[in-house]
Every structure is written in structure tokens, then in C-alpha cells.
């Protein structure tokens, strides 16, 4: 069965918050633009736009290994917008790219040596020389890759990461993570290998990484084995010694056949402020103190309701989903998804949570989005939903949130709900 090349595999806002970006399973790179607030509707806040597709990977294949390398898109980055065009880096499992997206609305006429369709003209029939002009035209936007980085992973890549010099950015594998200059395609710094001297003593791999939003010589990794570790580039070239070690000892009286497997953490993320991490794993979200070791200070049940459930979730493959998780812009709300096409939002200073749904009927235009509640066992009120009803086979593994404001972008399967909070 071919996969639905329409899955959306990653969603990312830009820094201001004005493009949204998603990739899918067919390699395609969808970015939406925010209409600009009409006059005569101030009150009505702009909505998101197709403003440019473009495909950003192919599917290749690995003659060496006999390996197809799909052209799934894992994950997009943009870089902080510099001048009039935007910038994003794209990968697969195997190569970076990095996309300048930009717009053209005037085209050049009157050259001297070709005509306009660019067939060269007759030297003898050039009697005077013209000045080419810029004549306005309809607004073409453009997607052209101005750098690949290729060939440097053994591994499939699970995440990218612009640094706060935006000078570099690092690229994850399973067991390595590679340093990157913007300006250099053909070599990469390893940072970090994990990689045994015999694969069989192999015991965890990455999941996923990301750089410190402010210091430039911090980034995270998390590890299968709910680990975290906080690395420093400058206290040596190969930070196979972490700094910092963040680990949850495990409680005895929980320990199940799929203790392991639930642990492994799927997403990592700093906070905009930087003091705190975020980790995911397969039943609860974790927020971290940089400065405590030893365990989480926040723990949030994301579906606790699933933990009789995970023999069937083993057995279907679902406890191997990989979840997102997100801050909101003022570190003080968390989104992160489930089954069923729920997504959980936690406030961590009221703690408060609600559970909410990105389906086709509450997606009209200005329909309020009303939480839902899982029940276990016997008594079901007549809102709630039964845990032996959720479909598993709708998940909502990769969200984002704008950087400043209450909009928020959730990924369906194929389907992308953009919400945003009531405007009184």
C-alpha cells in the first residue's frame, strides 16, 4: 500500500510569524502567507494563504546500499529573514537543502542583443543601442535551492537546527549529529557519535536535537532511552562528553514490558527563554529546569487513558508514533497531540488542560472549538467519548504555534488546521 504522498510531515512558522511552512510525505514544500488586516475589517485578523508550492526532495536511490530514499520531507527550518526574501532549510532522510523563496513582480524589456522571446538578434539589424527597462508584471514568487548538503549521513535524519549565530546549523541522525556552515556543502563537523565500535552493543540511538536559542555553543539531544543530554562546544571539538544529564529515575512499581519502548523521547524543545527543556515521550510531556538534573519539575499526562491499551498499540505499531511538542510564544503554554485527531494544550501556571479536536465539522469559519473528554470504564456521559471508540489511525503527531501570538497550526493526516483565539 503506497503511503497518501498528501501526509503532512512538518509544520513551522517563520520568526515573525507571517509564513507557515508544512512538508508532506511527496516531498513538497507548501508555504502559506497571513493576509494583511483590511481597513474597512480591522477587527478581522488576516487569514493564511497558499503563497508558494514547490517540490523539495525526489525520491532517489541508493545504488551502494540497493536503498530507495524517499523523498518524505522530516522536518523545515527558517532562518531569520534578512532582506526581501525568505530563507528555509528542508530535509529527507539523507540531504539538506537550503530554499530561497522570493517574490519578482517586474520583468526587464529591451535588451540589445536578444528580442524578448531571448532569441539572439541579428548584429546587423542593431542600429541604435536601447536602455532595458523594468516594466511591472504579475507577482511570481519563487522557490530556488541555493544550497545542498549531501552525502554526510549514514543515518536517517530526524532533525535540523539553525543556530542563534545563524552562521551554522546541526543535522541529526540516529547516531550522529553533524555541524554545518551555511556557506559549505561539501563538509560537515561531527559533533557527536554515539556509534558503538560493534553494532551489536548498540543500545539507544537519537531522536532528536536542537541548538540553545541564544548560546551558540548549547544544543540538547534525546536519546531512545528518555534521556536528555546538554552539550557545550566549547569544551571540546566531539561532545561525546555531555554537560549536563537529564534522566527521570524510573518508578519500580510501573515497569512493564513496554517501559522502554514508551520512555524514548520523540521531541525535544528549548524554551523562547531558554531556561527550560521540553521533552515528549510516548504518554506524557516533561518540562525541565536547565539547572535540576535529577528529574522533570512539570509532568504532564498527555493520554493517560492509553496505558492499559499499549498491548494493542504495540501490536499495531502505534506506540512507535513519534509526537511534537510546542511552547506557545510566552513559555507559558504547551500543545502537543494525540489519536483521534485530539491535540492537549496545558497552561503551566494555572494547570489547567483541555483536549481538542481538528476535524472537518468544527473547522468552519468561526465555530469555537469545544474541549473533549476521554472516559475509561463503565459510565459514559453523553459528551464524552469512549477510549475503546478513538481511531488511532488519526494522530496528530507535528504542531506549531505563532511566535507571539494565539494562532496555532495543527497537522491532520493530509489536512492543516490553522486556529487562532476569538477576537472580542
Known amino acids: 500500500m503506497q503511503p497518501d504522498p498528501d501526509i503532512i510531515s512538518t509544520v513551522e512558522f517563520n520568526h515573525t510569524g507571517e509564513l507557515l511552512a508544512t512538508g508532506d510525505k511527496g516531498g513538497r514544500v507548501v508555504i502559506f502567507q497571513r493576509e494583511q488586516e483590511s481597513r474597512n475589517q480591522p477587527h478581522r485578523r488576516g487569514e493564511y494563504n497558499v503563497y508558494s508550492t514547490f517540490q523539495s526532495h525526489e525520491p532517489e536511490f541508493d545504488y551502494l546500499k540497493s536503498l530507495e530514499i524517499e523523498e518524505k520531507i522530516n522536518k523545515i527550518r527558517w532562518l531569520p529573514q534578512q532582506n526581501a526574501a525568505y530563507f528555509l532549510l528542508s530535509t529527507n532522510d539523507k540531504t539538506v537543502k537550503l530554499w530561497k523563496v522570493s517574490e519578482r513582480d517586474k520583468r526587464p524589456e529591451g535588451y540589445n542583443l536578444k528580442d524578448e522571446d531571448g532569441r539572439f538578434r541579428d548584429p546587423s539589424m542593431i542600429t541604435m543601442l536601447r536602455v532595458p527597462v523594468l516594466r511591472p508584471m504579475d507577482l511570481m514568487v519563487e522557490a530556488t535551492p541555493r544550497r545542498v548538503f549531501a552525502n554526510a549521513h549514514t543515518y536517517h535524519i530526524n532533525s535540523i537546527s539553525v543556530n542563534s549565530d545563524y552562521e551554522t546549523y546541526m543535522s541529526a541522525d540516529d547516531l550522529r549529529i553533524n555541524l554545518w556552515n551555511f556557506e559549505i556543502t561539501n563538509q560537515s563537523f561531527n559533533i557527536v ?9 548498540l543500545t539507544e540511538v537519537i531522536t532528536a536535537a536542537e541548538f540553545h536559542p541564544h548560546h551558540c555553543n548549547t544544543f540538547v539531544y534525546s536519546s531512545s532511552k528518555g534521556t536528555i543530554r546538554l552539550c557545550d562546544m566549547r569544551a571540546s571539538a566531539l561532545c561525546d562528553r555531555h554537560s549536563k544529564f537529564f534522566e527521570e529515575p524510573e518508578d519500580p512499581s510501573n515497569r512493564s514490558f513496554f517501559s522502554e519502548i514508551i520512555s524514548s523521547i520523540s521531541d525535544v524543545k528549548f524554551s523562547h527563554s531558554g531556561r527550560y527543556i521540553m521533552t515528549r515521550d510516548y504518554l506524557t ?22 496505558r492499559s491499551k499499549l498491548c494493542s498499540l504495540y501490536e499495531n505499531d502505534c506506540i512507535f508514533d513519534k509526537f511534537e511538542c510546542v511552547w506557545n510564544g510566552s513559555d507559558s503554554v504547551i500543545m502537543t497531540g494525540s489519536y483521534n485527531n485530539f491535540f492537549r494544550m496545558f497552561d503551566r501556571n494555572t494547570k489547567r488542560d483541555v483536549t481538542l479536536e481538528a476535524s472537518r465539522e468544527n473547522s468552519k469559519p468561526r465555530a469555537i472549538l469545544k474541549p473533549r473528554k476521554v472516559c475509561v470504564g463503565g459510565k459514559r456521559r453523553k459528551d464524552e467519548i469512549s477510549v475503546d471508540s478513538l481511531d488511532f489511525s488519526k494522530k496528530i503527531l507535528h504542531t506549531a504555534w505563532h511566535p507571539s501570538e494565539n494562532i496555532i497550526a495543527v497537522a491532520a493526516t493530509n489536512n492543516l488546521y490553522i486556529f487562532q483565539d476569538k477576537v472580542n
Open 285 to 306: 510531556v516533561k518540562v525541565w529546569d536547565l539547572n535540576m538534573e535529577n528529574r522533570p519539575i512539570e509532568t504532564y499526562q498527555v493520554h493517560d487513558y492509553l
Open 193 to 201: 557519535d554515539i556509534k558503538p565500535a560493534n553494532m551489536e552493543e
